[in-house]
Structures are given as structure tokens and as C-alpha cells.
């Protein structure tokens, strides 16, 4: 964090040492009178003020006056002060303060000013983001991202909401970048794993905790410190897990698997899915308790084939130091009317192949050529059959999955001479996930560790 200049107007001796303390880090001025303060206010430049109502036992709010003087010169303006009626407060934010905290918890809010002082001074700069991060011409978009990055150096949870491939953990980075926060952003699909795999990477384990878990390993939760924990696809998350991931967001603590000792991790929450939360809510998919927790505030992405004046921007933003690219009209025109259901994703990918296909000037058959293909992708074989269907009415989705996961691996085992490693590497599944599932289906005693 770069020193800031900072000015606190305070007459009480104790609080100017507990100021001084708190900002220690940067370079700080004081005055314990309003005539010292005017002098200092016209001749110094500060990056934040710090300004006590009541300059004296007598005193009728002095302090009140120096606000618009510190704002006529640029400065931000806090007002930390023990006189916090509602009538106090109005006038103060009226003369143009730009915050209000009562006196009595220094400590955490001179941190949350600090922070949000140099996220709003990042944001001097935000049209940048809409040039080379988040490239985007639409107005709607632009001020849903400038809203939500008001909120990014605080504790406050963000839900972002979109279609695949419209930006959203791009978009989650930037607003933790925004953060000021000291520790990572950490982010993880939950539609990646199955529930007992999700676990582990959250929450961790200790040596031993599951056969294969040679060594102790860090969850994601933890590596989150301090820092940002970006979940994408929450929806996919099974409700046990919900349940789970509910309480250390509320508790800050968790479990690492096989462990009997709680650890702590102070982490802020951005989400993500490609679904209707409310949708998820009334089917049953995501409680309404986890919900509550990760909406704070809500942010919506457009598909891009909502915002067609971002397509050419992103095109040349994608080829940046590269060959750039040149479409002849019609192609151009066949680009635009595309239905683009991959979203950015699919442009980049797009882009990527334009810039290899040696034309100088592309023409609507090389476009339509690349794009038709993707329209007339079909979804992969039905793998699934009559009895599949029947097991799991009969015994539930998860069990007959589980079955199937159990019968691939045994083909695979038999195929493989029962060399297990040459399994977990054809069917890119983990050493713990394929015990569980071996578990599940054999007599104990039955599953060795070659």
C-alpha cells in the first residue's frame, strides 16, 4: 500500500495517540482547533481527512465548518466523532462528508476507510477496465460492474449471474483486485467435483484422513485468508455440502477432513451461476439459507449476443500485439447476426482460428465456414437407458450414478490387468474418489491399495 498524506483534527491527546497508531503506516498531520486546522487545510494537500466535531469542552461543533473546505480542495472526509445524533449526522453528510462513524471501534474502521478510500481511488481509473479487462461498450453493463465495485473493499458477498462464458470470473478478479485486500483470490468450480471431492478441496485433510491422502493439504478455504473465495456454479453443489460451506461462512472456521481441530480463515465471498437462483430455490437445488448469504449484492452479465457492439472491440482486444484482423463486409455482417451461445468464450476461440488462417482481408466464406460448424455441434450420445432410468426411480439419481461410476471403473480394471493408476489416468478421476466408489459396491476387505 503506497503512503497516503492523511489529516486528523482532534483535540483529545489519548484518541491522537490512538490515531497516530492506526495510521502508522503513512505520513499524518494533526490540529486540535478549527483555526489550526483552516491553516493547515489551505496550505497542505491531504488524501483523507479525519475530523472531530466537538474541538473543545464548549465547543458548538466546530468541526462542521471545516468540511467544505476539505471537500473544496479534493480531500476525502471522515467524520470520526463521539456526537453521532441523527440530526449530527445529516448536517455533516449535507456539508459533504463522505463518511460517518462513531467513536469507540478505531481500530476496524480506520481499516475499512483505508480500504475503501483506495478502491474508490482505483475506480478514478475505471474506464480502463472497459478497455482492457472488461471490454464492454454497454452502458447498463458498465454501470451494474462501476455499483458493484462501490462494494469491493468491504466484507459484503457478491453474486454474479450470467450464461457461461460472459466474463463472470473475470469479473470476480477484478473486483478483488479492487479489493485492497492483503489475501488471494481463490476461486473453484463446484459443478468440477462430486461432493466428497468438493469437501476435500475446500475444507482440506490431514495425512491419512482417506485412503490415498499421503500428505497434508491445504483447502481452498484457507489459501482464501484474507482474501477472496470465488465459487462458481454454486448451484451445483449438493445441499449437504450447502449446508456445510453455510456454517464456515458464518463461523469462519471449518474442519479439515480428519482433523479434530477447527481453523480459521477470514475470507470475503463472490459466487457465480449460469442459473436462475430463484429457480434453484423453488426446485430444491440451493437452500434459501446458503442464498441469503451470497447475495449481498447481485450483478447480472448480458450474453454477447446482447451487446453486439462489444463483439469487434473484444475481436481486436483478443489479437492485441498480434496479426490484426480486417473482415470484408458481408462477413462482418454474418459475425454480428451470429447467436454466439458460447458467449466470449466462444469469440476468443473464434478469433484465435481468424488469426491463423493466413487470409489478410477475411471473407464471409472462411467466417461462415467456422461458425456454421459450431451451430451444428450436436450434444453428446444418450448414454443413458431404460434400466438406468428404472434404477434410479427405484433407488434414487445418486445411488444408480454411483452404480454406473462403479461398473465403468471395473470395465476399466479388467481392461487395465487391475493397475489402478493406468484407471485413475484414463478416466482423469482421483485415488480418492475411486476408493470411495470401490467402497460403496465391494465387501470390505475386498479393496486393496496396488
Known sequence: MNKLKIFVVEDDKLAQKLMSKHLSEHVVDFADNKLAAIKKLKTNNYDIC???????IKDDY???KLIPLAIDKGIYTVIMSSSDSDEIVDKAYELGANDFYAKGNEESNVDSILKKFISNKNQDSTENIFTNRF????KSVKSAIMEALKYASSQLPILILGPSGTGKTSLAKIIHEHSGFEGNFVAINCSAYSEDLLEAELFGYKKGAFTGADKNRKGRLLEADKGTLFLDEIGNMSLNMQMKLLKSIEEKTFYPLGSDKAEHSDFRIISA????????????????DLFQRVHGFTINLKPLNQKKDDIFPLIQHFVHGGKRLAFMPD???YITNHPWPGNIRELKKFTELMAESGEGRINL?????HLSAVEKITPPENIMNDSHYKNALANGLEETLNLL????????????????TKTLSELKISTRFLYSILRKFEPIGETSND
Open 50 to 56: 479525519f475530523f472531530d466535531l466537538m474541538l473543545g
Open 62 to 64: 466546530s468541526g462542521l
Open 135 to 138: 471490454i464492454t461498450k454497454d
Open 273 to 288: 451461476t449460469l442459473e436462475n437462483p430463484k429457480q434453484l430455490i423453488a426446485q430444491g437445488k440451493l437452500r434459501f
Open 331 to 333: 462477413a462482418k455482417d
Open 365 to 369: 466464406k472462411t467466417v461462415a465456414r
Open 405 to 420: 461410476a462403479y461398473e465403468i471403473i471395473q470395465k476399466s480394471l479388467k481392461e487395465n490387468k487391475g493397475k489402478k
